[in-house]
């Protein structure tokens, strides 16, 4: 049976960290040290990234290990969906990004729209909490994420990329172009239509 190694380097990473946060002292910090260090060299072996690079962003987070939160916006206007294209893949997405520290996840959700789209807007509701992986994300993240969707209400602004987004538009459900897959999928549009339809349809988990 074949070996899931993004798997397993964010599982020992998930050690590591651990063990960094309570290390009683410098041997003990080194050992977890090295075992990112080992992580770094199977994930260079599967993404072609250089390892010293992966080996700053295993240890640039610190502490007890977390799941990293990122936070998308599902706008809707003449029932057609604002999606922005990404200046890293080409791909398009919902507008988001990661949550930064000292706001809401509210908060959060209505920068990212205002920074990657141009448009202002207020946040609804929740639609979806959603991890990550399990939803088949491409390609696989060295950390666990969980993915925050929010219904928002455009209320101001104008189309504007950014120095992350090369495009504004608004799509309809039949209309979506090739998406950034590390970002949005297929059936999360999909199903954020459905919800944007039917109001009663609860938030959405897995």
Request: proline share 7%; charged share 30%; with cysteine.
């Amino acid at each position: 049976m074949a070996l899931d190694w993004f798997d397993i380097v964010r599982r020992l990473k998930a050690i590591s960290q651990a063990g960094r946060a309570f290390a009683q002292n410098e041997y003990e910090r080194a050992r977890h040290e090295e075992i990112e260090r080992i992580c770094a060299e199977i994930l260079a072996g599967y993404t072609g990234l250089a390892p010293e690079k992966i080996v700053y962003q295993l240890q640039e987070d610190t502490g007890y290990p977390t799941p990293k939160v990122d936070c998308r916006g599902v706008c809707f206007r003449d029932n057609k969906i604002l999606l922005v294209r990404e200046s890293a893949d080409g791909g398009w997405t919902l507008p988001g990004g990661w949550c930064d520290v000292g706001l809401t996840a509210s908060e959060n959700c209505v920068r990212e729209i205002r920074e990657e789209s141009g448009f202002e807007a207020r946040v609804v509701r929740l639609l979806a909490v959603y991890d990550r992986d399990r939803q088949g994300h491409t390609p696989p993240y060295p950390f666990n994420i969980y993915k925050l969707f929010f219904l928002c209400e455009i209320v101001g602004g104008e189309p504007k990329p950014s120095h992350e987004t090369t495009e504004v538009a608004f799509f309809g459900e039949n209309e979506i172009p090739p998406l950034s897959r590390g970002r949005t999928l297929p059936h999360e549009i999909k199903r954020f239509f459905q919800m944007y339809r039917d109001p009663s349809i609860p938030v959405d988990f897995d």
